[in-house]
Protein backbone atom coordinates (compact mmCIF):
# COMPACT_ATOMS: atom_id res chain seq x y z
CA UNK A 1 0.00 0.00 0.00
CA UNK A 2 1.38 3.52 -0.99
CA UNK A 3 -0.35 6.74 0.52
CA UNK A 4 0.32 9.60 -2.07
CA UNK A 5 -0.02 13.45 -1.12
CA UNK A 6 0.36 16.34 -3.54
CA UNK A 7 1.76 19.81 -2.48
CA UNK A 8 3.32 23.22 -3.99
CA UNK A 9 0.06 23.77 -6.50
CA UNK A 10 -1.13 27.97 -6.36
CA UNK A 11 -1.81 30.69 -8.50
CA UNK A 12 0.71 31.93 -10.70
CA UNK A 13 1.23 33.81 -14.02
CA UNK A 14 1.45 32.88 -17.11
CA UNK A 15 5.30 32.44 -18.06
CA UNK A 16 5.54 31.51 -14.26
CA UNK A 17 7.16 28.35 -12.40
CA UNK A 18 5.78 25.94 -10.23
CA UNK A 19 7.51 22.84 -8.92
CA UNK A 20 4.70 20.67 -7.38
CA UNK A 21 6.16 17.44 -4.97
CA UNK A 22 4.24 14.25 -4.11
CA UNK A 23 5.11 12.94 -0.84
CA UNK A 24 4.61 8.77 -0.77
CA UNK A 25 4.39 6.81 2.35
CA UNK A 26 3.86 3.22 2.81
CA UNK A 27 6.62 0.62 1.44
CA UNK A 28 8.07 -0.17 -1.83
CA UNK A 29 8.26 3.35 -3.12
CA UNK A 30 11.12 2.49 -4.88
CA UNK A 31 9.43 -0.35 -6.74
CA UNK A 32 6.86 2.02 -8.30
CA UNK A 33 7.00 3.90 -11.67
CA UNK A 34 5.45 7.21 -10.57
CA UNK A 35 2.72 9.26 -12.58
CA UNK A 36 1.65 12.53 -13.17
CA UNK A 37 -1.91 13.37 -14.67
CA UNK A 38 -3.84 16.67 -14.35
CA UNK A 39 -7.87 17.05 -14.78
CA UNK A 40 -8.86 20.60 -15.82
CA UNK A 41 -12.80 21.17 -15.40
CA UNK A 42 -15.08 19.24 -17.58
CA UNK A 43 -12.68 17.50 -19.04
CA UNK A 44 -10.56 13.83 -18.81
CA UNK A 45 -7.79 12.95 -16.71
CA UNK A 46 -4.85 13.15 -18.73
CA UNK A 47 -0.74 11.87 -19.04
CA UNK A 48 1.48 14.64 -18.35
CA UNK A 49 4.42 12.49 -17.25
CA UNK A 50 6.11 9.27 -16.09
CA UNK A 51 8.92 8.06 -14.45
CA UNK A 52 10.33 4.85 -13.91
CA UNK A 53 11.26 3.27 -10.59
CA UNK A 54 15.09 3.99 -11.06
CA UNK A 55 14.34 7.92 -12.29
CA UNK A 56 16.46 6.66 -15.44
CA UNK A 57 13.77 6.79 -18.20
CA UNK A 58 11.04 9.42 -18.67
CA UNK A 59 7.61 10.25 -20.39
CA UNK A 60 6.25 13.47 -21.49
CA UNK A 61 3.02 14.25 -23.36
CA UNK A 62 3.75 16.40 -25.96
CA UNK A 63 1.60 19.46 -24.77
CA UNK A 64 4.15 19.97 -21.89
CA UNK A 65 7.36 18.41 -24.19
CA UNK A 66 10.52 21.46 -22.86
CA UNK A 67 8.23 23.21 -20.52
CA UNK A 68 7.83 20.02 -17.54
CA UNK A 69 10.66 18.08 -16.16
CA UNK A 70 9.64 14.78 -13.87
CA UNK A 71 12.32 14.01 -11.47
CA UNK A 72 12.38 11.88 -8.27
CA UNK A 73 14.27 11.03 -5.35
CA UNK A 74 13.83 7.79 -3.53
CA UNK A 75 15.64 8.39 -0.11
CA UNK A 76 12.92 11.42 -0.09
CA UNK A 77 10.33 9.46 -1.46
CA UNK A 78 9.11 12.02 -3.40
CA UNK A 79 8.43 12.75 -6.89
CA UNK A 80 8.43 16.01 -8.59
CA UNK A 81 7.16 18.19 -11.45
CA UNK A 82 8.89 21.11 -12.52
CA UNK A 83 6.64 23.27 -14.69
CA UNK A 84 8.26 26.01 -15.97
CA UNK A 85 6.82 28.99 -18.93
CA UNK A 86 3.32 28.18 -17.62
CA UNK A 87 0.36 28.77 -19.81
CA UNK A 88 -3.66 29.09 -18.72
CA UNK A 89 -4.24 25.91 -20.41
CA UNK A 90 -1.89 24.49 -17.72
CA UNK A 91 -4.85 25.30 -15.81
CA UNK A 92 -6.11 22.27 -13.54
CA UNK A 93 -5.65 19.38 -10.69
CA UNK A 94 -2.39 17.77 -10.84
CA UNK A 95 -2.66 13.94 -9.60
CA UNK A 96 0.83 11.86 -8.82
CA UNK A 97 0.02 8.05 -9.04
CA UNK A 98 1.99 5.42 -8.70
CA UNK A 99 2.02 1.94 -10.88
CA UNK A 100 4.00 -1.29 -10.14
CA UNK A 101 3.96 -2.36 -13.36
CA UNK A 102 2.14 -1.19 -16.43
CA UNK A 103 2.16 -1.74 -20.50
CA UNK A 104 0.66 1.80 -21.10
CA UNK A 105 2.11 4.59 -18.87
CA UNK A 106 -0.15 6.81 -20.75
CA UNK A 107 -3.06 5.50 -19.25
CA UNK A 108 -4.85 6.41 -16.08
CA UNK A 109 -6.34 3.59 -15.30
CA UNK A 110 -3.17 1.14 -15.41
CA UNK A 111 -1.82 3.16 -12.12
CA UNK A 112 -2.42 1.70 -8.63
CA UNK A 113 -2.65 4.63 -6.48
CA UNK A 114 -3.50 8.17 -6.35
CA UNK A 115 -2.58 10.75 -4.67
CA UNK A 116 -5.79 14.09 -3.87
CA UNK A 117 -4.51 16.22 -6.30
CA UNK A 118 -3.11 19.79 -6.36
CA UNK A 119 -4.64 22.79 -7.43
CA UNK A 120 -2.45 24.66 -10.59
CA UNK A 121 -4.16 27.83 -11.98
CA UNK A 122 -2.33 29.88 -14.72
CA UNK A 123 -4.09 33.93 -15.14
CA UNK A 124 -3.23 35.04 -18.26
Known amino acids: QVQLVESGGGLVQAGDSLRLSCAAS????????MGWFRQAPGKKREFVAA????????LNADSVKGRFTISRDNAKNTVYLQMNSLKPEDTAVYYCAAVSSASDYYNAYEYDYWGQGTQVTVSS
Open 26 to 33: GRGFSDYA
Open 51 to 58: ISWSGGYT
